[in-house]
């Protein structure tokens, strides 16, 4: 069975403070993927990295794929309010789509 | 552009009742999943189809069935309702496995009282 695990579970931080989260597995991925759910809302995706050692940048918000293709990190940098949300990983088996279960996120102004 | 659209929002049951929470998606995507999300458990796979007539257990199965009878439609059927199926519910789609984008409704909010 293939599980992972998120890292912290929680995280409450002040405007412009930077942080990373963390998902790993003991299990290699042929991909990986981070996903950020709003109340109310379905996860909407952020981001598919796909190759060992991968580093992919949105904004203010870097995503790495480790060497082994078995965790990921997501670094936000001047984190803002509207950052705030619970950030999923989630990892594609055969034909399965795997989820950890979140950093929950919250920015303070 | 529609998506992914779930039905019903909302649902109380009562112990032992049966329900079919509805998903239906416009973007001609093989593959659906059923979810349910839990405080603290993350997203948690029920049920998955590659494909109309092909579907598989995931994570979580017991208590729950599952047809694929055409692409747009993926039905979720709880049985004998219990209320250690008080969660929120969400389907997803994608086009393919792997690397591809999952697209997700906007969840079941379901109470077994």
């Known amino acids: 069975t293939q599980l992972l695990e998120q890292s912290p579970q929680f995280l409450s931080i002040q405007e412009g403070e930077n942080l990373t989260v963390y998902c790993n597995s003991s299990?290699?991925?042929?991909?990986l993927q981070w996903y950020r759910q709003e109340p109310g809302e379905g996860p909407v995706l952020l981001v598919t990295?796909?190759?060992?050692?991968e580093v992919k940048k949105l904004k203010r918000l870097t995503f790495q794929f480790g060497d082994a293709r078995k965790d990921s990190s997501l670094h936000i940098t001047a984190a803002q309010p509207g950052d705030t949300g619970l950030y999923l990983c989630?990892?594609?088996?055969?034909?399965?789509?795997?989820f950890g279960a979140g950093t929950r996120l919250a920015v303070h102004p | 552009n529609a998506g992914v659209t779930q039905t019903p929002k909302f649902q109380v049951l009562k112990t032992g009742q049966s329900m079919t929470l509805q998903c239906a998606q416009d973007?001609?995507?093989?593959?659906m999943s059923w979810y349910r999300q839990d405080p603290g458990m993350g997203l948690r796979l029920i049920h998955y189809?590659?494909?109309?007539?092909?579907?598989d257990q995931g994570e979580v199965p017991n208590g729950y069935n599952v047809s694929r009878s055409t692409t747009e439609d993926f039905p979720l059927r709880l049985l004998s309702a219990a209320p250690s199926q008080t969660s929120v519910y969400f389907c997803?789609?994608?086009?393919?496995?792997?690397?591809?984008?999952?697209?997700f409704g906007q969840g079941t909010r379901l109470t077994v009282v």
């Open positions: 189809s590659v494909g109309a007539g092909i579907t």
């Open positions: 997803a789609s994608r086009a393919g496995s792997s690397n591809t984008e999952a697209f």
């Open positions: 990295v796909v190759t060992g050692g």
């Open positions: 299990s290699v991925f042929s991909s």
């Open positions: 973007m001609n995507h093989e593959y």
């Open positions: 989630a990892g594609g088996g055969y034909n399965k789509l795997i």
